[in-house]
């Protein structure tokens, strides 16, 4: 509820500073004392509209600060939460603004935009007036009382999230599909590709085992020449040759007792050539041996080669690197696959929750369609009794033609009544008189308080255009709904204020060069007084302050 409420500097306030409580709390004051500035103060804070001219004449700004405790309001405080503005169980809005004409939010003393104000304050408290702050002229507002009343918040919530997690699947699942046609080319493109790769199975180092050996069967002819001539040149046989020259150079030298050292070492290396050209002979014999001239072989490597050169040449790249290119094509066709899956995982999730939504909205309607005719009965009761005879009133349930899953529900509710015999019901934003806007909400809120999660409620002269015994039937009313939270109204009848837990004069101290509004907190005997004021007039007589006596202690 709103427990402080601080107006520097704005219009004819120079200073004023309320400590406001639980209950009921009027606020009364002559025509033009400023009964309404203090209301007009307080829509700053929730985010109202305003220029240069509200600062009072030779200040440099207007601050104004509200002050709330939200201890029963977890709206609130999970809406601060969200946000990292909470400040423990209280919550501060102000309003700065300069005599330039800016102006400037705060909420918990952190700068912010003005919606969040009234996002904010659209939470924390209710203003009812002839004005523009007025909830119940908004569709959003009967939903909320009829579901409050029906006991159906939760239920609302639930298919709100639906709504959400719904629309933000097929939000994704529409995302993926619009590339479904190119990614399936691209797919099957992939595919062929990677076939032909695998097809290849080119092997670690095979292009280079294929060079080479391509190399050597294009020579075979000469190769196996070459080697017969070294093989004669080297082997033992008739004639000189190369291994016969090195046993008798070895015999010859180690036919000496005594060798010198110089001669030893060149004795050893002729003996190790020897044992080379032997193994050189034998590796070259067995080449021979084992070695065919292929020509099929041959013309086998030849078309090999060609066909990885030629996939090489199609994908440009490297014959080396068609393994790396194969390994990415097929991490990419994964990735395919991968999109596809999770365009059916999507479909799943997206049936999924459009039947979760269906049951918890059909839940939700059921609730709505059920409880609707007794909210609309009751207030149609209070509105007789608030000087509306034969009014009526009525709650519209009308389907969502949208084929989207609204996150409301599957119907729009609106408030219609008819506040006088003979006239259609019409939508509450059509309803011609203010005050009479002022005793529906009354008469709405008086039905809801129970369960309403705004704890506040202000209400600006919803006595106008009443009297007698309708009056007494408003205040009973708004002490009933300050009960069970907290109520500010500003009235000027006499049967409305002495009906309050609290009352609040608003009045003008003029001074030497300048007037300026005041509030005073009255006590019971002045407002006894205050009460007879407004029952005769400025002269208090002994019949006015025994009448007024009378009504406030009848409290």
Not at 253 to 278: C, D, M, Y
Not at 339 to 360: P, V
Not at 426 to 450: D, F, H, N, P, Y
Not at 516 to 537: P, Y
Request: hydrophobic content about 40%; some cysteine; overall charge negative.
């Amino acid at each position: 509820m709103l427990v402080h409420l601080s107006v520097r500097n704005y219009a004819i306030v120079e200073h004023l500073d309320l400590e406001l409580q639980h209950g009921m709390t009027v606020i009364t004051g002559e025509t033009g004392a400023g009964k309404s500035i203090m209301l007009d103060a307080l829509g700053l804070t929730l985010g109202d509209r305003a220029d240069s001219g509200v600062v009072r004449p030779g200040a440099d700004k207007a601050d104004i600060l509200a002050t709330f405790d939200i201890r029963s309001i977890p709206e609130a405080q999970n809406w601060l939460s969200e946000r990292d503005l909470d400040n423990d169980t209280l919550c501060l809005l102000r309003r700065v603004i300069t005599a330039e004409g800016r102006s400037r939010a705060y909420i918990n003393g952190s700068p912010c935009p003005q919606g969040d104000l009234r996002a904010l304050g659209s939470l924390l408290i209710d203003i009812h007036s002839q004005h523009e702050h007025q909830s119940l002229l908004k569709t959003d507002t009967h939903r909320r009382l009829l579901d409050e009343f029906a006991e159906a918040r939760d239920l609302a919530r639930q298919v709100q999230l639906a709504s959400q997690r719904w629309k933000q699947t097929k939000q994704t699942l529409e995302r993926l599909s619009s590339t479904g046609e190119e990614q399936r080319a691209r797919y099957q493109l992939l595919s062929y590709q990677l076939e032909e790769l695998n097809n290849l199975a080119l092997a670690e180092g095979e292009i280079e085992s294929l060079e080479q050996e391509q190399k050597t069967l294009a020579s075979a002819e000469h190769l196996l020449v070459a080697c017969r001539q070294v093989i004669d040149m080297c082997s033992e046989g008739e004639g000189g040759n190369v291994l016969s020259a090195l046993g008798a150079s070895v015999q010859r030298l180690s036919s000496f007792g005594h060798v010198p050292k110089a001669l030893e070492e060149a004795t050893n290396l002729l003996a190790s050539a020897q044992i080379q050209v032997e193994e050189a002979t034998s590796e070259i014999s067995r080449f021979m041996d084992h070695f065919e001239a292929d020509p099929e072989r041959q013309q086998i490597v030849q078309e090999r080669l060609d066909t990885i050169y030629t996939l090489a040449r199609k994908h440009r790249v490297q014959p080396e690197d068609l393994n790396t290119l194969q390994i990415n094509l097929q991490q990419e066709l994964e990735a395919l696959n991968a999109d596809d899956e999770a365009i059916e995982r999507l479909e799943e999730e997206l049936a999924s929750y459009a039947r979760h939504y269906q049951e918890k909205a059909n839940e939700l309607s059921e609730r709505r369609y059920t409880r609707a005719p007794a909210l609309a009965a009751a207030v149609e009761t209070e509105m007789q009794r608030l000087g509306m005879p034969g009014g009526r009133f009525a709650i519209i349930l009308q389907p969502e033609t949208s084929g989207d899953l609204q996150p409301n529900g599957q119907e729009t509710v609106e408030f219609q009544v008819s506040a006088n015999p003979g006239q259609p019901l019409k939508g509450l934003a059509k309803v011609a008189s203010g005050g009479e806007l002022s005793r529906i909400s009354l008469a709405i809120q008086v039905i809801t308080a129970q369960t309403s999660r705004v704890p506040t409620l202000v209400f600006d002269e919803v006595d106008v255009g009443i009297g007698g015994p309708t009056a007494e039937i408003v205040g009973q009313l708004l002490r009933r709904l300050g009960e069970s939270g907290q109520v500010l109204t500003v009235t000027h009848l006499p049967q409305v204020a002495a009906q309050g837990h609290h009352h609040l004069f608003v009045h003008k101290e003029r001074g030497a060069s300048e007037t300026r509004t005041a509030v005073a907190i009255l006590d019971k005997n002045r407002r006894i007084e205050e009460v007879a004021r407004m029952l005769g007039g400025i002269d208090l007589t002994r019949e006015s302050l025994a009448h007024a006596k009378k009504m406030v202690n009848v409290r």
